[in-house]
């Protein structure tokens, strides 16, 4: 499946496990669930990569103690009026300062992902009836913005000279 | 007034250039009504009964007489020769076309406007006292933070897809005439105990079906964290808002669930840890957006003018019309002039394409070319010559506009209800008519004296019912259309909730039954005594017995 990440198309080589499913081999993102239930399993695993996914009513310091262990940390929009992983977003990269991949995934659409970039995403899985190729443009939507966030350490009228 | 510079002028460019493509999609049928909707309404563009509805963004009320000039060109080219002035110091147009969207938000461009905002799960636009920067009451002019505020929750990343819609309104005067207790978040700038100037932070203010009064959240901040504090606010309500239920969504359901304390709790504890400190002003900052607000150049003028004192004796319309409609300018001989749009004939708001370029012709000859709109909707010409007030008055009745009835019965805040909005239960405009030509005796209203009654077509209460010393509430009653009385709300420092009255009306018999409030009022008042102070002495039950006293 192709993904937007880091503004190009890649093929996602990480596979998201559902609850029951056994824990395969290879790059592998977890609910925060599983992670609290097997939490020694997950991180025993040798050469494979560990990511979480949180639900949208899963906050940043669930696993705020954890990151160390995530090279992916995945926020899940329901809908894409749920504005609540923007916060979490940028929560878990500037308070916690998490450097992996911030991956947005669910009802992830072009109209929203200049914004979801702002907050810190850099990985999408575009909603999958909809054109990757398309969803690209969205960064070149604004190239000014107001506020200070992820992406921009300071205001506007910190940077007007 | 503001000035975009370079970096605003861009954004907007850049914004109108995104909704014109967002618009061809949807036209080409490449993204779904569903879709479109947050996008449209984000920017101001609704869906109503006949036809798409435009609201245009005035922050904090504030208008050029070039962009009136240009609001009333854009009611001719895209509208039907009118425009509607709202609740929100915002105005609307009932009848663009989706098709020509994109051409009328650059025609707004070319004059620094935009619909920004104006709608959509977001911070709205910013409102603000009237009478900022010439009021005599004030502590500080709060324009330059409202410009501060407006930049800063402009797409802003975080908080673009809230639980809900999201009201901020500031003040800096003692007397609230921005209704900042009925916000979702408000701010005084008050002093402390050390006699510094810092906001009072108020939070879970609304109206709508569970009408609430602010709380305080802080006592008082420095000037200097009014971004990082704003932030903080915002992101404990985007994280715990409810979100299962669009009723209970609002930011006072928030802090009414969590109560005060802890709400304080949670924003306090986001702030002391703040994500940024460039969020913090500095004074640089705060003197850059001051140096956009400074008073016009101001001749020396004596106090008091002879032929206006002589006008005063002599014209009783005129002297009413000074009563009502002329506040004290902080300078020595100006006047504060507001311009009522509250017209019998006229739905509440309204004004034509011609009305709006001959107001702009007055800010440009009596008021330094500016104008401000006022959350009652109504205009204010902010700085004019005392010995100007009788040449002024007589081209504004020349214009229709010279109604005298500012905060008196007939100056009624009113939706536009089910004439245009599909969430209404009954028709407002109507109603606020029959007020209107009911007491169409201007020495009658006059002696009733400060009297505000507010019309709402449904409980999202954007009529503001609630607030009315006297509420009207449109319901729907087995298909029928029904209005409840509330008596007893205020919009100001002492900030109240009307109470309902009893069993709603028909349309035939609501104004009669207002006749009757109104006589019970007259009947029982003290010297002076204005209608709220009278109901709040008295209480409910001389009003209930009478209106109900034949059924």
């Known amino acids: 499946m192709q993904i937007i990440k880091d503004r190009a198309i890649v093929e996602d080589d990480w596979h998201h496990v559902e609850n029951g499913e056994a824990l395969p081999d290879g790059k592998i993102i977890v609910t925060l669930d599983r992670w609290r239930e097997e939490r020694d399993a997950l991180i025993g695993r040798k050469n494979s990569g560990l990511g979480i996914q949180l639900s949208s009513d899963q906050e940043a310091k669930d696993i705020a103690d954890d990151l160390e262990h995530f090279e992916v940390v995945s926020l899940h929009f329901p809908v894409f009026r749920d504005g609540r992983p923007f916060t979490t977003a940028r929560l878990l990269r500037e308070r916690h300062g998490f450097a992996g991949e911030l991956r947005a995934v669910g009802d992830v659409l072009r109209d929203q992902i200049f914004y979801m970039h702002r907050c810190g995403f850099n990985s999408f899985v575009v909603r999958e009836d909809r054109s990757v190729e398309d969803a690209l443009k969205a960064f070149d939507d604004f190239t000014i913005t107001y506020q200070s966030a992820a992406d921009e350490e300071l205001p506007l009228w910190r940077r007007r000279g | ?551």
């Open chain 2, 1 to 551: 007034m503001y000035q975009y510079d370079k970096f605003d002028h861009q954004l907007l460019t850049e914004r109108n250039r995104q909704l014109r493509d967002q618009v061809e999609r949807r036209l080409r049928g490449e993204i779904s009504e569903t879709e479109f909707r947050p996008l449209r309404l984000m920017n101001g563009l609704y869906l109503q009964l006949h036809a798409y509805m435009l609201r245009v963004a005035i922050p904090y009320g504030m208008l050029s007489s070039a962009q009136m000039r240009q609001l009333a060109y854009i009611a001719r080219r895209y509208d039907r020769d009118y425009a509607h002035f709202t609740t929100r110091q915002n105005i609307q147009y009932n009848w663009p076309k989706l098709e020509e969207l994109p051409d009328l938000l650059d025609d707004l461009a070319k004059v620094e406007m935009h619909a920004i905002q104006t709608s959509g799960n977001c911070i709205r636009n910013i409102s603000t006292d009237q009478f900022a920067g010439v009021a005599g009451d004030e502590i500080e002019d709060p324009r330059p933070y409202a410009e501060i505020m407006r930049q800063w929750s402009t797409f802003h990343p975080e908080f673009s897809y809230l639980p809900r819609k999201f009201k901020i309104a500031f003040t800096g005067a003692t007397e609230d005439r921005a209704a900042v207790a009925f916000h979702d978040l408000g701010f005084k700038l008050v002093k402390n105990d050390a006699g510094e100037i810092g906001f009072q932070v108020l939070a879970g203010g609304g109206m709508g079906r569970t009408p609430m009064v602010a709380k305080v959240v802080r006592e008082w901040i420095p000037k200097k964290h009014l971004l990082s504090y704003a932030e903080s606010i915002m992101r404990i309500y985007n994280a715990y808002g409810r979100r299962d239920n669009m009723y209970k969504a609002r930011i006072k359901i928030l802090v009414h669930e969590l109560g005060i304390e802890e709400f304080r709790r949670e924003v306090d504890e986001d702030f002391e840890n703040t994500l940024s400190q460039s969020l913090t002003l500095d004074d640089a900052e705060i003197a850059r957006m001051q140096a956009y607000f400074t008073a016009p150049d101001y001749e020396d003028l004596p106090a008091t003018d002879d032929s206006v004192d002589m006008l005063l004796e002599s014209n009783k319309r005129f002297r009413q019309w000074y009563e009502r409609n002329v506040t004290p300018h902080k300078v020595p001989g100006y006047s504060i002039v507001t311009i009522s749009l509250k017209v019998a004939g006229v739905a509440p708001g309204d004004t034509t394409a011609d009305q709006m370029d001959a107001i702009a012709d007055l800010a440009d000859e009596y008021s330094f070319g500016e104008l401000r709109t006022t959350h009652k909707q109504n205009l204010v010409l902010s700085d004019v010559p005392l010995a100007k007030l009788p040449e002024l008055w007589n081209k504004l009745k020349a214009l229709s506009l010279g109604a005298a009835n500012v905060e008196a019965l007939t100056d009624i805040i009113c939706c536009p209800g089910l004439d245009y909005c599909q969430l209404a239960n009954a028709r407002s405009i109507p109603i606020s008519q029959q007020i209107s030509d009911k007491f169409d005796d201007l020495d009658y209203v006059h002696d009733l004296g400060d009297l505000r009654l507010n019309i709402s077509g449904c409980i999202n209460a954007c009529g503001h019912h609630h607030a009315g010393h006297i509420g009207i509430l449109g319901v729907d009653k087995k298909g029928e259309e029904f209005y409840q009385i509330t008596l007893g709300g205020s919009p100001g420092n002492d900030a109240s909730i009307g109470k309902i009255m009893g069993r709603a009306f028909s349309g035939d018999d609501i104004v009669p039954a207002i006749e009757k409030v109104i006589d019970v009022y007259l009947e029982n008042r003290q010297p002076e005594e204005p209608f709220l102070a009278c109901y709040r002495r008295i209480g409910m039950d001389p009003f209930k017995e009478r209106v109900y006293a034949d059924h």
